[in-house]
């Protein structure tokens, strides 16, 4: 049983698209969070959702837009696809705290052509 | 607020020689320290982390780090690193709310 998973995997499309990538857990875990890596492998945290609720949404575009329907789940819709989105986008789970540590998910590496 | 430093984007070691890998943190708060390590096209997998209590935590695989607070450092490190081992390794923060900061990761290549 995969702890965090995220679908799909891959994903390539054309500038100006919109795509959304999805994200399960079944840990249990109250909080959830989507992460950016970029190709320098440097990861940056875009939003995080508590029980539903969001609790962090950093400086992020407002073309990437999170919806939780409930607390397994947490995916991320992006609109107009750019260019500079290419990266790759991990989702990943905490109890209550983040002091406990995340579990990530695999990844979904998007290209955007 | 949180930061992180890892002082060395790549280190080569021989296979079977210890490594250290450096992480400086900042912060004005406490300070909950991980470090997780990434394979290649995988997703980052916890390898340790320290609250409180002993300075020296061990973690997965044969790693171990050592909370030091006055040099606010949090170094990793194995005594004798595996081919296997060859992956980024990123060093983490938490003031104690919701988000952890990473580094910008090591990356560790081990030579035959």
């Known amino acids: 049983d995969t702890a965090v998973s995220q679908t799909p995997k891959y994903l390539v499309t054309q500038m100006g698209n919109d795509k959304s990538i999805k994200c399960e857990q079944n840990?249990?875990?109250?909080?959830m969070y989507w992460y950016k890596q970029d190709s320098k492998k440097f990861l940056k945290i875009m939003f995080s959702?508590?029980?539903?609720?969001?609790?962090i949404n950093e400086t992020v575009p407002n073309r990437f837009s999170p919806k939780s329907p409930d607390k397994a789940h947490l995916n991320l819709h992006i609109n107009s696809l750019e260019l500079g989105d290419s990266a790759v986008y991990f989702c990943?789970?905490?109890?209550?705290?983040?002091?406990?540590?995340?579990?990530f998910g695999s990844g979904t590496r998007l290209t955007v052509v | 607020a949180q930061s992180v430093t890892q002082l060395d984007s790549q280190v080569p070691v021989f296979e079977e020689a210890p490594v250290e890998l450096r992480c400086n943190y900042s912060?004005?708060?406490?300070?909950?320290l991980f470090w997780y390590v990434q394979y290649p096209n995988q997703g980052l997998q916890l390898l340790l982390k320290?609250?409180?209590?002993?300075?020296l935590v061990k973690g997965i695989n044969g790693f171990e780090a050592e909370f030091n607070k006055s040099q606010t450092s949090f170094h990793l490190r194995k005594p004798s690193v595996h081919i296997s081992d060859t992956a980024e390794y990123f060093c983490?923060?938490?003031?104690?709310?919701?988000?952890?900061?990473f580094g910008k990761g090591t990356r560790l290549h081990i030579l035959p």
């Open positions: 990943a789970s905490s109890p209550a705290l983040s002091v406990h540590g995340y579990t």
């Open positions: 840990l249990g875990h109250d909080t």
């Open positions: 912060s004005s708060v406490s300070v909950y």
């Open positions: 959702y508590n029980n539903k609720e969001l609790i």
């Open positions: 983490a923060v938490s003031g104690g709310d919701d988000k952890i900061i």
């Open positions: 320290y609250l409180s209590g002993s300075t």
